[in-house]
Each structure stands twice: as structure tokens, then as C-alpha cells.
């Protein structure tokens, strides 16, 4: 219960950092997206529902303020939260190269999803285009920046659960 | 909590409920629009007070920022502008005398001042769009305040977008550099119309596309356009830019090239909504 409080909080206040903050900051006229990553990082941390959990509320959150239908955010953003928990398996806390294959993939696999769904039925092919101008330095960035939130997401999930407490068997994380 | 028997249900059937959900609710939400909006101006009720606030310290940072590295820019701008505005001012008073004479001429003609009157809201910039493929922003007005969908919006004297969503409180605004974005334009001295369209590839060197242009004209670089007077949504004469490297498309029947926008999107933050709709039903019935 703890966790998904904690989610929808994190959810909430990345999206009005990327949405208030990240404009400030951008760089090219490319801001990281905070919601792959945190999308990502509870997928690969929590497994596959809660990665579809926080998939859900940021993709609900984009719909509603900035989609014109409700439900292809929520879909992307859900698919990238299920094929991260996959990766659950493959996740060991101390080692840095999987969150960082992992977010960089999701926000190629969410640039690929957004343009196959907004541009591409729009007849706009040129992909290579947008593959070295949109899609590579938005990952970049959005690496950089998801390795802090990652940080601190890992920081978090050591103050609500201390590992002392919970036995390795009874962890509940893989559902 | 931990004691209980956790009914488990794989995650598979939970992404099959959520892809199911999903496509109901898209496609409610596409054919019922205005049934969606108590949902949308709910969960904008909470967010976009948070993203005033936030928003506040976004700006400072940016202004600190800008304010180390643009420094010695500023000082060499400064100095040109200076040159500019003497330049300006001298004309200035040429203009002020053909105005008078217009003013006349217009009397002569009994022509109302059609576009310079068109009553404006101020709004401010709160947030951008959350992701990088696309280019609109939310204003801090909404329907409370009289703004309707399809109203203009402009920065200085420049168009910079059109609202497509009204809430309650904030309203969303398409830019004219958005992938998805055209409007119909036209070459101020010769009145050839054109169509301008945003292009997300164009939009780091700071230029959106125009198109459409008429193959035989000739049109100077540097050209103004402004909004058609043909246009459906957009009143006319609002000015969008300059024409730069106008080309010969491959069909040879056309001139396409680039603009610059009159209007710098990087750094907006108070916009003019201008509180008129341009009424299309009457032009609709003309050409019926």
C-alpha cells in the first residue's frame, strides 16, 4: 500500500517537474522524459503490475491534460511498464547497467510507439529524421537524468522496506 | 498485510483488461469528447495549480541561467538595436505620416480599421507539452474566463498558436511550430497564398515550413506573411513570419521553401489570446 502511494506521489510530482521545470531546461529543444523512467525503474524494480501501475497513472495524467483522445498514452505507457517488469528477472540492485539499458530502450521503445501512432499514420515516413534528431538525444538525457531518479527511487524503497525486515523468500516482489 | 491470502492474478490478463480499457475509453473519448471534460478539468483542477507554483522556480532557474550565458551576447545585441532603433524611429515618423493620410483614404473609402481592433485576453505560459514530439502548451485561462477553442493566440505581434482544448480553468494551445500544425497563409505584397505547416525536424534551427506558393510568382527573400483571409480558424492579417530559400517543389507547379516565425517559442511566457472566433459558417455560406 505503502508503494503505490508513493508511486502515485512520484508520479505526480515528475509530471509537473517535466511539465513546469524541463522546458527551462532544455537542451537541443530536448527534454528528458521523467515518466519513461519512472515507468521503467518500477517495472525493472517492481516487476510487471507495478509497472503497469505507474504506467497507467502517468499515462492517464498525459491524457488528460495534454491528449486530445484518452487511452493511447495510457496504452504506451502500460505496454513500456509490462515489458520492463519482464526485466524484474534480470535485476540486481547493485549493478547500474541494466536501469541504464533499461531506460534508455523504454524511451526508444515510447519514441518508436509515438511516432508509429501520432506521425506515422499521419504520413510522415522520414523516421530516420527523427531518429537522430528527437529520439537519440532525448534517451541521452533521459539516461542522465533517469540514473538520479533512479537513485533516488532505490533510496526510497530502502526507508519504506529496510532489507533486515524482509526475509529474502517472503519479498513479494515477483509476482 | 503481509498474513493474508493475496488473490494473484497473473499480469498478463491485467495488461489484456488495461489494452481492452483503453481502446473503450479511446474510442468514447473520440466520439464523445465533451463527455470527457468534468475528467479532464478534475484532474487539471489538481494539477495545474502545481504546475503554477513549480513553474515560478522553472523560470527563475532558466533566468539565472540566462542570465551567465547570454551576458556578452546582450551587450553586442544591445548595441545593434540601439543602431536599430534610430534607424526605426526615423521611419517611424514617415509611417505616422502615411497613417494619417491612410486614415483619410480609409474615411474616403468607408473601410472600418478591420484587423487593427481585435480585443485581446492576456495569459500566462504554465506549462509545455511532457514530452519532446510535440509543441503546445497550457495557459492559465480557461472557460471561466471567456476562451474558446479555435481562438488565436499571439506574443507581440506575432501568431504563435491556436487553442484546441478549453477546461474550467486552463486551456491548451496548439503552436504554429507543431508537426501537425497548418494554416493557411498569405505574401503580404502580393498576396499569393500559401500554407504554412510546422515540421518537427525544422524546429532546432528555429524555422517551420511554407508551401503551396504559386510557381510563376516572385517573391523577395525576406517576404512577410500573414494569415489568410481564406483561412477557417485564423484571423486574417495576423503576421507569422518570413520567407527564407523559396525553391521550386518537384512538381514544379508549386514553391515551397522555409519561415521564420516572428515569435520566439523558447522563451514564451505571457501570450494574447485574442477573444474572437473566426466565424466560418458566413464564408461557408458564400460559397455555397
Known amino acids: ?175 | 498485510m503481509r498474513k493474508k491470502t493475496k488473490i494473484t492474478i497473473d499480469p498478463k490478463y491485467i495488461l489484456a483488461v488495461i489494452v481492452v480499457f483503453c481502446l473503450v475509453v479511446g474510442v468514447i473519448s473520440y466520439r464523445f469528447d465533451e463527455k470527457m471534460t468534468p475528467v479532464r478539468s478534475a484532474v487539471g483542477g489538481v494539477i495545474t495549480p502545481m504546475q503554477k507554483g513549480i513553474n515560478v522556480i522553472g523560470s527563475k532557474m532558466a533566468e539565472k541561467i540566462d542570465y551567465i550565458t547570454t551576458m556578452q551576447r546582450t551587450v553586442d545585441r544591445n548595441k545593434k538595436l540601439q543602431k536599430q532603433i534610430d534607424e526605426l524611429s526615423a521611419e517611424n515618423k514617415l509611417l505616422q505620416q502615411d497613417k494619417y493620410e491612410l486614415e483619410e483614404f480609409r474615411k474616403l473609402y468607408d473601410l472600418d480599421e478591420q484587423y487593427a481592433g481585435y480585443s485581446k485576453v492576456a495569459a500566462r505560459v504554465i506549462s509545455s507539452d511532457n514530452d519532446n514530439w510535440y509543441n503546445s502548451f497550457v495557459i492559465d485561462k480557461g472557460s471561466q474566463d471567456g476562451i474558446k477553442v479555435n481562438m488565436n493566440v499571439m506574443a507581440g505581434d506575432g501568431l504563435v498558436g491556436i487553442v484546441v482544448k478549453v477546461n474550467k480553468s486552463y486551456s491548451r494551445v496548439r503552436a504554429i511550430i507543431d508537426d501537425s500544425s497548418n494554416v493557411s497563409g498569405t505574401i503580404l505584397k502580393n498576396s499569393e497564398n500559401c500554407i504554412v505547416n510546422g515540421n518537427l525536424n525544422l524546429i532546432n534551427e528555429g524555422l517551420i515550413e511554407v508551401s503551396g506558393i504559386d510557381g510563376n510568382a516572385k517573391i523577395e527573400e525576406g517576404a512577410e506573411v500573414v494569415t489568410s483571409q481564406i483561412s477557417d480558424k485564423f484571423l486574417p492579417g495576423i503576421l507569422i513570419g518570413y520567407v527564407r530559400d523559396l525553391k521550386k517543389d518537384s512538381s514544379n507547379v508549386t514553391q515551397k521553401g522555409y519561415l521564420s516565425p516572428v515569435v520566439d517559442f523558447t522563451g514564451l511566457k505571457m501570450v494574447l489570446v485574442i477573444t474572437e472566433v473566426k466565424d466560418s459558417a458566413e464564408l461557408e455560406e458564400i460559397l455555397k
Request: proline fraction near 4%; include cysteine; charged fraction near 15%.
Open chain 1, 1 to 175: 500500500m505503502k508503494r503505490y502511494l508513493s508511486m502515485l506521489v512520484m508520479v505526480v510530482a515528475c509530471f509537473v517537474c517535466q511539465t513546469a521545470i524541463f522546458p527551462h531546461l532544455q537542451l537541443l529543444h530536448i527534454m528528458p522524459n521523467l515518466l519513461v523512467v519512472l515507468t521503467s525503474a518500477s517495472g525493472f524494480m517492481y516487476g510487471r503490475k507495478l509497472g503497469m501501475y505507474a504506467g497507467f497513472l502517468c499515462g492517464a495524467l498525459t491524457d488528460c491534460i495534454y491528449g486530445d483522445v484518452i487511452g493511447i498514452s495510457i496504452l504506451i505507457f502500460v505496454i513500456i511498464g509490462y515489458v520492463n517488469g519482464i526485466a524484474n528477472k534480470l535485476y540486481f540492485k547493485d549493478d547500474l547497467s541494466i536501469p541504464i539499458t533499461a531506460i534508455a530502450l523504454s524511451d526508444f521503445l515510447y519514441g518508436l510507439l509515438y511516432f508509429v501512432c501520432f506521425f506515422l499514420l499521419r504520413g510522415r515516413f522520414t523516421i530516420f529524421q527523427y531518429f537522430a534528431g528527437v529520439m537519440v538525444p532525448e534517451a541521452i538525457y533521459t539516461v542522465i537524468i533517469g540514473i538520479v531518479i533512479y537513485k533516488f527511487m532505490y533510496w526510497l524503497e530502502e526507508k519504506l522496506y529496510p532489507p533486515e525486515e524482509v526475509p529474502l523468500k517472503a519479498e513479494g516482489k515477483i509476482y
